[in-house]
């Protein structure tokens, strides 16, 4: 069994930053990219950046410039750091992991609300 477990949401102003953490444990095979989906109210959950285990990362439109992805394959873990956040960036957002035999783990999800 595969745990991934969030960090790092939080209540901020318009402007501000944050650096999400997704840490993965247990029986990881091998992973093939991990990456940082978003739903917010009402809305349908969207993939908002990923990154292979070598590196190549992929943005959504609406976060190119103001997010990076990064992943320390020793540790497990992924991280989000957003800045310039914007009200419509409000949203849970959640980790995923998918391994080499494409198998998909989610995490539990942390909020993140940006206020105007």
């Known amino acids: 069994q595969v745990q991934l477990v969030e960090s790092g949401g939080g209540l901020v102003q318009a402007g501000e930053s944050l650096r999400l953490s997704c840490t993965a444990s247990?029986?990881?095979?091998?992973?093939?990219?991990m990456a940082w989906y978003r739903q917010a109210p009402g809305k349908q959950r969207e993939l908002v950046a990923s990154?292979?285990?070598?590196?190549?990362?992929y943005y959504v439109d609406s976060v190119k410039g103001r997010v990076t992805i990064s992943l320390d394959n020793a540790k497990n873990t992924v991280y989000l750091e957003m800045n310039s956040l914007k009200p419509e960036d409000t949203a849970v957002f959640y980790c995923?992991?998918?391994?080499?035999?494409?198998?998909?783990?989610w995490g539990q999800g942390t909020q993140v609300t940006v206020s105007s």
């Open positions: 995923n992991l998918a391994d080499t035999l494409s198998r998909i783990y």
């Open positions: 247990g029986s990881i095979l091998s992973i093939n990219h």
């Open positions: 990154i292979t285990s070598s590196g190549r990362t």
